[in-house]
């Protein structure tokens, strides 16, 4: 494990030369300004393009043992469609990531509402949040992107002006870091994560994927989701991935458990909380591909797109259940009404930081 003081001083040094410095280019107009994307690439043959618009990730590609390469993001190829409805396909997550019970929270004795946008709940940041916003980005060296947004007191009925800034770096040892950094006014609260859904065969399901997670414990929920504030032990139960096995071997058990035939839970992970380590595993047997998600944030949501349900999606695939899976590194749901979570609170004078790391192999 690295220690987060280490890896932010490898961020900040970007240490690693680029095949080329970031590309821009126009992407298109909305009533909130101009969008752009930008293009990374490194000299093993991976390539990443975000946009603007919620700072969202649209393609992550890499390639297979055979050396052909493939998007393994779920995604559109139009970029226009990036700025409708869609099921958070790459984006940022904010200003709190995954649920809010009763779209509500007290902080210092003062209890805020929010917007009840899954039921009587609040998710993602409600009806406009970060991922429906525009960033600006700058370079930053020649391997990476920082994207930053400043959420005004209020919005979405958070406290404080929060500054916000995500960076995205590729590396030429095969790995895409993102970097949260955050800093407010005024006390707040503050959950970010990406919402990429992995596919690492770029088509199909990903029930044949091979998954490991460095996880004994989930937060255990209700019915809609949200933690009852306790923690439930995964042993013997289809939610034990401590070894690897297909994501699909015990997804049917999970029928009847107020879920609709997948995953969508969030796993407390082993690790120290800030410590860089390995959260997830997962391995395409067909491609080769694996993927290693390294994060110092506390848990990680997975979810196998249960939702999803005749999405068209890129090069003509329509997306159905189980066609992506997310590792949604973050703290943990509904934290700010369970005080023996780990603390979501941010107050003026304090930096928000966390550091996921995607690493790619063909094997």
Known sequence: MKSPV???LLLIAFGLPALADPQRAPAFTTPDGAVEVWTLTNKVGLRARVLTWGATLIEMSTPDREGKVADMT???DSLERYAQPHPFFGSIAGRYANRLAKAQFS????LFTLAANSGPNHIHGGKRGFDKRIWQAEARGADAVRFSYTSADGEEGYPGELQVAVTYKLTDANELWIAYEATTDLPTVVNLTNHTYWNLAGTGDVLGHELKLNAKHITAVDAALIPTGQYL????TPLDFTKAKPIGQDIAKLKGAGLPGGFDHNFVLDA???DL?????V???ASGRTMRVLTTQPGVQVYTGNYLKGVAGRGGQTYGPHAGVCFETQHFPDSPNHPNFPTTTLRPGEVFRSLTIHEFAAK
Do not use: N, S, T
Request: without cysteine.
């Open 272 to 274: 120290k909380l800030g």
């Open 233 to 236: 032990a995964v042993a013997e």
């Open 277 to 281: 380590a390995v959260a997830a595993e």
């Open 74 to 76: 779920l995604g559109f």
């Open 107 to 110: 902080l210092d004795g003062r």
């Open 283 to 285: 391995r395409d047997p």
């Open 6 to 8: 280490f890896v932010l």
